[in-house]
Nanobody, 123 residues
């Protein structure tokens, strides 16, 4: 009913920047919270940043001052601007969204994940 498509990952040197995008599509009525998570090899998935529909944000301590989350509600898209990247930021980054959508004429709620995009920061 809802699909999340991420883009923007890649390989970058330490100190560089990347911008991730995640677009939601489907029979969407509205999107509440959206966020970015990451999972490094051998580690648990962790919250990187999240944003409410009203624009309130929260960040992991490890990325405060370097990463910025934003969203375009008209495009159902969330972004993650990552600056001053460090090798420890290397991970698969996943988009997450809490959506309200129509299915069979009924308004439903669901939590969705993107497929993940690899970010690799070389030292």
């Amino acid at each position: 009913q809802v699909q999340l498509a991420e883009s923007g990952g890649g390989l970058v040197q330490a100190g560089g920047s990347l911008r991730l995008s995640c677009a939601a599509s489907g029979s969407i009525f509205s999107i509440d919270g959206m966020g970015w998570y990451r999972q490094a090899p051998g580690k648990q998935r962790e919250l990187v940043a999240a944003i409410t529909s009203g624009g309130s944000t929260v960040y992991a301590d490890s990325v405060k001052g370097r990463f910025t989350i934003s969203r375009d509600n008209a495009k159902n898209t969330v972004y993650l601007q990552m600056n001053s990247l460090k090798p420890e930021d290397t991970a698969v980054y996943y988009c997450n969204a809490n959506c309200r959508y129509y299915s069979g004429g009924v308004l439903r709620r669901g939590n969705y994940w993107g497929q993940g995009t690899q970010v690799t920061v070389s030292s």
